[in-house]
T-cell receptor
Framework: DAKTTQPNSMESNEEEPVHLPCNHSTISGTDYIHWYRQLPSQGPEYVIHGLTSNVNNRMASLAIAEDRKSSTLILHRATLRDAAVYYCILRDTNSGYALNFGKGTSLLVTP | DAGITQSPRHKVTETGTPVTLRCHQTENHRYMYWYRQDPGHGLRLIHYSYGVKDTDKGEVSDGYSVSRSKTEDFLLTLESATSSQTSVYFC???????????FGPGTRLTVT
């Protein structure tokens, strides 16, 4: 299965934009890129996903490199509530499209 | 919020005892998953189900069994609990239309 690489941790100031990077150099043409986040003591929650084009929703934006070997999750204005572990995941076409979680990036947001 | 609940939310049990965790959904989704999460790690897939009575193994299935007799319930059983199964267990559901997974609140299991 194609794997992803993310920094272990990042820090941001409140109300500033945050760019969370993800490398997936072995991505295949049919792999979708998913982002989930997990707030403390909660289950993961879906953030956004994409295949080739950049995507926007109410939570975030996803910028995908032209060669698809990397992507960036963009939080336009970080809040304290955005402090969480962010997971970049390539959707597994096996195992009923289960999610292959890595260790993710722990985002600290400071006032 | 997606209608997914887990029970119990916390459980302490002794080594060698059987334990069953329940995941219940009200969304009528076809796919259901059981993951475990250990400190400093992401979630790992234990078993999943793609329909009533249709289940398959995930990455860390040894020591676990599952059953799905109704669309809304997916049970995870530890036949003889071991200390290595101390973990937080998450259930998730997915519709075939969107691929987004929705997670339950988790069950914290401690095996002493």
């Amino acid at each position: 299965d194609a794997k992803t690489t993310q920094p272990n941790s990042m820090e941001s100031n409140e109300e500033e934009p945050v760019h969370l990077p993800c490398n997936h150099s072995t991505i295949s043409g049919t792999d979708y890129i998913h982002w989930y986040r997990q707030l403390p003591s909660q289950g993961p929650e879906y953030v956004i996903h994409g295949l080739t084009s950049n995507v926007n929703n109410r939570m975030a934006s996803l910028a995908i490199a032209e060669d698809r070997k990397s992507s960036t999750l963009i939080l336009h204005r970080a809040t304290l509530r955005d402090a969480a572990v962010y997971y970049c995941i390539l959707r597994d076409t096996n195992s009923g499209y289960a999610l292959n979680f890595g260790k993710g990036t722990s985002l600290l947001v400071t006032p | 919020d997606a209608g997914i609940t887990q029970s119990p939310r916390h459980k302490v049990t002794e080594t060698g005892t059987p334990v069953t965790l329940r995941c219940h959904q009200t969304e009528n989704h076809r796919y259901m998953y059981w993951y475990r999460q250990d400190p400093g790690h992401g979630l790992r897939l234990i078993h999943y189900s793609y329909g009533v009575k249709d289940t398959d193994k995930g990455e860390v299935s040894d020591g676990y069994s599952v059953s799905r007799s109704k669309t809304e319930d997916f049970l995870l059983t530890l036949e003889s609990a071991t200390s290595s199964q101390t973990s937080v267990y998450f259930c998730a559901i997915r519709s075939t239309a969107t691929y987004e997974q929705y997670f339950g609140p988790g069950t914290r299991l401690t095996v002493t």
